[in-house]
């Protein structure tokens, strides 16, 4: 069953950081772009950040520009998204979604999902 599975998610205090992993299993990442979203209480899922297949295209959503850093290891079959200088306005869960052809931050065109990881930002 082709599955990606999101890890990472913590409780950490406004300014911390936080990196999460996105691994694919029974498929391999590196023919997909790979887009991460959020989801918080109430609102709408949003996307956050995605990068092409080979990791030469990336884009961020404007509240995260200069603090989130999205990378690939394609023989790891993993995807990170590094979160630094995190803000209570950060919480959310955090999903991960693999889209056959170019990277975006619209959920739609994305076919495989995570379940989600929790991101708590608080002091």
């Known amino acids: 069953q082709l599955q990606l599975v999101e890890s990472g998610g913590d409780l950490v205090q406004p300014g911390g950081s936080l990196r999460l992993s996105c691994e694919a299993s029974?498929?391999?990442?590196?023919?997909?772009?790979i887009g991460w979203f959020r989801q918080a209480p109430g609102k709408e899922r949003e996307g956050v950040s995605c990068i092409s297949s080979s990791g030469g295209s990336t884009n961020y959503a404007d509240p995260v520009k200069g603090r989130f850093t999205i990378s690939r290891d394609n023989a790891k079959n993993t995807v990170y998204l590094q979160m630094n200088n995190l803000k209570p306005e950060d919480t959310a869960v955090y999903y991960c979604?693999?889209?056959?052809?170019?990277?975006?931050?619209?959920?739609?065109?994305?076919?495989?999902w995570g379940q989600g990881t929790q991101v708590t930002v608080s002091s």
């Open positions: 979604a693999a889209r056959a052809i170019g990277p975006s931050l619209n959920p739609r065109g994305h076919y495989y």
């Open positions: 029974a498929f391999t990442l590196d023919s997909y772009a």
